[in-house]
């Protein structure tokens, strides 16, 4: 069984990925995220991941708090919608940051949750995940976790294990956009 090294942007994202990999795969959970804020937020996240990973008997694995590399990377795109290319530079830092400790530390694949969200785009997370596995020459899963109600299993999942979902992605940019909308629909209500 290949050991795969999943990068995870939290709990219930993570447990419909895990639920159709588990049995081909020896997992441990990369959760590496310096996109997410406030620290709070951040810290929130990572416990009900660890929380649901315990449960299920999974490792994970988790890098200090800093959000500082995701700031200076995304530089000058602090103004694109959800969905720019400030999120695939985000993914990018992301995965990379996976892979690279894929590679040091034996693991022969690495892969991502990032799919399972309707609100990310597979085919971007996919690209950047292949670009990642040829310059770092370390094994990708590309996949589409969202196909057969993949996320709607996420859901129920979640539901199950009673976890915390959040409703942004994580930055802080996505957080004022979704309130932006937030205070749009009620003032048209």
């Known amino acids: 069984m290949k050991k795969m090294l999943l ?3 939290c709990g219930p994202c993570s447990t419909q990925v895990i639920d159709v990999l588990k049995n081909d795969y020896d997992l441990t959970i990369f959760y590496y995220n310096p996109n997410i804020q406030p620290e709070t937020e951040y810290l929130h996240r990572l416990s009900e991941q660890k929380r649901f990973c315990k449960e299920v008997g999974i490792n994970v694995i988790d890098l ?12 000058g795109h602090e103004e694109d919608r959800e969905g720019g290319e400030r ?3 985000c993914f990018y830092l992301r995965l990379d940051k996976t892979a690279k400790y894929a590679k040091e ?3 022969d694949i690495f892969a991502t ?9 597979t085919m971007v997370i996919n690209q950047v995940g292949q670009e990642i596995s040829k310059a770092r020459n370390i094994e990708f899963l590309a996949g ?3 196909k057969q109600d993949g996320y709607k299993k996420s ?4 539901k199950q294990y009673n976890l915390y979902r959040q409703d942004y992605c994580g930055c802080i940019f ?9 205070e749009s629909k009620l003032k048209f209500s």
């Open 7 to 9: 990068h995870s942007c």
């Open 64 to 75: 200090n708090y800093d959000t500082n590399e995701f700031v200076c990377n995304i530089k």
């Open 87 to 89: 999120c695939r530079i």
């Open 105 to 107: 530390n034996g693991f």
């Open 113 to 121: 949750t990032l799919s399972v969200s309707p609100h990310k785009n």
């Open 144 to 146: 589409n976790f969202k």
């Open 155 to 158: 859901i129920e999942f979640a």
């Open 174 to 182: 996505s957080k004022i956009e979704r309130e932006k909308a937030r």
